[in-house]
């Protein structure tokens, strides 16, 4: 991953709102010459994600690991060993540990669901319902976890749900997807559907992808059978 520019910015962002008039604690309690070596050591296994955020985070101090993000480790495993100044360490331990804790578990959580799937066809996709501004990291650590990325932002791709179909008739609706395939043909076309008569409606148009909302198993196996019948080169999504 790298850290970029606009993650960088995130970390200091972090560190000033943990710190913003300093670390008054080590300041007059620590030792600002003291060099000491520190260890992260994992509470339970897991995937692993955000050393290299952790790393920036202790950019003054020496940070050394052997692994790298997306790693699978055990309990007890010593995930990185930092040497620097004491003051130094305590400034950045609390926004590096947050860092990698919240990602790990992303990353963890999403393996867990992935090897459920595991001998199937299905993919696993995230969502945009992600901690704000810790989107491109979250969606990141799904990636490491063997989760596969859905439309990042708005501006990705047409996501067309029941807010947007209130009212409006199925002619209508094959009008304006025309008008968007003409426009930006580089762009998927996905549309929400709640029935089984959307499914088949949905079928005839020119989209790429028909989310099924909340349908039950029965249901499910009903659409999926449709497709196969009537337009197969249409991929279905479940939420």
């Known amino acids: ?30 030792n600002k010459h003291k060099i000491v070596n520190g260890k992260i050591i994992a509470k339970t296994g897991g995937v692993i994600c955000g050393l290299e955020i952790a790393a920036y985070c202790f950019r003054k101090a020496n940070f050394q690991t052997k692994f790298s993000d997306g790693a699978k480790i055990k309990k007890g495993a010593v995930l990185a060993k930092i040497k620097g100044r004491l003051n130094d360490i305590l400034l950045a331990e609390r926004v590096a540990l947050n860092f990698l804790q919240h990602l790990s578990g992303v990353a963890t959580e999403t393996n867990k ?94 989209v790429d992808i028909i989310l099924l909302d909340n349908m039950s198993a029965a249901a499910l196996k009903k659409a999926a059978a449709l497709r196969a019948k009537l337009n197969p080169q249409i991929k279905l999504e479940i939420s």
């Open 1 to 30: 991953m790298g850290v970029s520019k606009k993650t960088r910015a995130l970390i200091h962002r972090a560190l000033r709102e943990d710190a913003p008039r300093g670390d008054i604690t080590s300041k007059f309690f620590g």
């Open 113 to 206: 669901l992935v090897k459920l799937l595991k001998g199937t066809n299905v993919k696993l996709l995230d969502t945009r319902k992600t901690t704000p501004l810790l989107r491109e990291l979250e969606k990141y650590a799904v990636v490491k976890g063997g989760g596969q990325n859905h439309r990042l932002n708005l501006s990705d791709l047409v996501l067309i749900k029941d807010n947007h179909l209130a009212g409006l008739k199925l002619s209508d609706l094959q009008k304006r997807i025309n008008r968007f395939r003409f426009w930006r043909r580089n762009k998927k076309i996905e549309i929400e559907a709640a029935t089984l008569q959307q499914v088949k409606n949905f079928l005839d148009l020119p």
